[in-house]
């Protein structure tokens, strides 16, 4: 499963229903990582992990369910910024991370123990080990910032001309990345920013080209019903970025690399026209209200192929 | 005022009530330091600062009062060491540290900033901004660990063979400390363990020349009261490492660079031999039960220089 944050962690919260853990590989986006009050910070892969343990907070969706904010309320008599919320327990989080990262230890493995701590039987992967950054140009400015600044501190309320992974191309594949595509029975691409989650991941040398040769097998789960994004800045970003702002948007950036597009039930009127893109249209309720519909849609996910 | 941790501080909250805050510089022992789930640690800068603030748990003697433990708890459902507690309201601070360093601030200056943010006048200064480690040999193994090591892990129940200032020949004083030192009217030595707290702060280049040029204004305050440390291992350790275990040890430590030693009442038999090293005794009640009696000493040690 190709992911980014909330939506893809709803997903494989999903999956885990309905298939063996161990069965699963989540390959997930870095390009939102950063580093803050000297910590490093991974929110998709920490989303991911959170929410297949059940312990993320379900109203903010992010971060941990129970939380406390005592740091960050001290942290406030201090001359930093504050705009970016850190949880007191989700900093042990960012604090095992950090050290075992200065300790040596790459990314990927780091990913691999914290999954573990939390019990999770699912192997959750970053896209890669090396240093990726989604980049975003405001259009107001021409400011470059990063994704936490335009997604985080301006609320993602900014329009943007253009999004860059500063690093991708000197970025590899995490050990372990290629292999899960390729052997893959189902790639899917989880209903995620396809721009600024799922772009980061395929931006990765190597990667988009390994969907790629197995296209036939590729489910791509569009994250726009009836031309809104569930959560986030998608479907504006589709617009300002010179895409359809609907399913058809998503189709056409993944026409190439999927054989199969699941939409919801509110676009069934677009699949004559996605099906003219060569790509097979499933049908269904992708809404994931709860972890019932999202192990629903996990099911007609994996039955969705020939 | 040349600092250790515990003892200094509550000297330092009491000459803060008989002086201005401005007209008083505290050199801190940086030995201490220590880097820990990738945040930077300074425990005697952040104690200093802590208690003069009255922020100090006054049980504890570490940390801050009114403190939770959230992210420690959920630390430890990682794979890492638990014996340090970081508090959640203290992170905030190593946080801020961490983050201030890592973009190329000296430690003075992000010192300098927490004082500030804590409303101290007085001047919170690290003996040096480069990195300096005070590493204690073991006797029984042979092993050589860190002070935290030493003194948090293994509560400092271990006989000790040797003290070294790893960094110490290559660190340079930092901006201001010798400044301070050469024109203080009265360079206090505070209560601390002449050994791993004051002994880290004379080890850099140019301190102790600089506290010997003004032997005639110096007062040090014995941390030893009839035999004993008030706090930690200072009496084993002048025992262990071939000193006399009383005040009488202390002075000899303190003779070429004071010309007056503080001891408590309790010590006064040992004033005439004390005398005989060339040091002046100013006896007085030592232990700072409170912050008035913190005042009161801390008027003895200014009054002390004939």
Redesign the interface.
């Known amino acids: 499963v190709l992911c980014g944050g909330v939506g893809a962690a709803k997903l494989l919260a999903g999956m885990v229903r309905v298939l063996e853990g161990d069965a699963l590989t989540a390959i997930v986006n870095v390009g939102d990582d950063f ?6 910070i991974s929110p998709d892969l920490d989303t991911v992990v959170y929410t297949v343990a059940g312990a993320i907070d379900p109203e903010r969706g992010w971060g ?1 369910r129970d939380e ?1 904010w ?6 406030s ?4 910024e504050t705009w970016f919320n850190l949880g ?9 991370r ?5 300790a040596g230890a790459p990314l990927s493995q780091v990913s691999a ?2 999954a573990r ?2 019990g999770l039987g699912l192997r959750v992967l970053p896209a890669s080990d090396d240093r990726l950054r989604t980049i975003v140009t405001l259009a107001e400015s021409g400011e470059q910032v990063s994704f936490q600044d335009y997604f985080v501190r301006q609320r993602h309320d900014v329009a943007v001309t253009r999004v860059d992974f500063d690093g991708a191309a000197d970025a590899a594949p995490a050990p372990g990345v290629l292999d899960a595509i390729a052997g893959a029975d189902v790639v899917v691409v989880a209903p995620s920013n396809p721009l600024i989650s799922i772009g980061p991941v395929l931006a990765v040398p190597g990667v988009r080209a390994a969907v790629q040769a197995r296209r036939d097998q590729v489910v791509a789960v569009s994250p726009i019903v009836a031309g809104q994004a569930l959560k986030g800045p998608a479907d504006r970003l589709l617009g300002e970025l010179g895409h359809e702002r609907s399913v058809l948007g998503v189709a056409r950036l993944y026409a190439e690399i999927a054989e199969t597009l699941v939409i919801d039930e509110a676009d069934a009127g677009y699949a004559e026209e996605i099906g003219r893109l060569g790509l097979r249209c499933v049908v269904t309720d992708t809404i994931m209200r709860d972890p019932d519909r999202a192990a629903r849609l996990s099911q007609a996910v994996l039955a969705a192929m020939p």
Chains 1, 2 share one sequence.
Do not use: S
């Open positions: 580093e803050l009050h000297g910590l490093e941990l406390t005592h740091a960050m309320e001290a942290l008599r201090y001359d930093t007191d327990r989700d900093l042990a989080t960012h604090m095992y950090t050290e075992r990262r200065r123990q914290i701590a939390w």
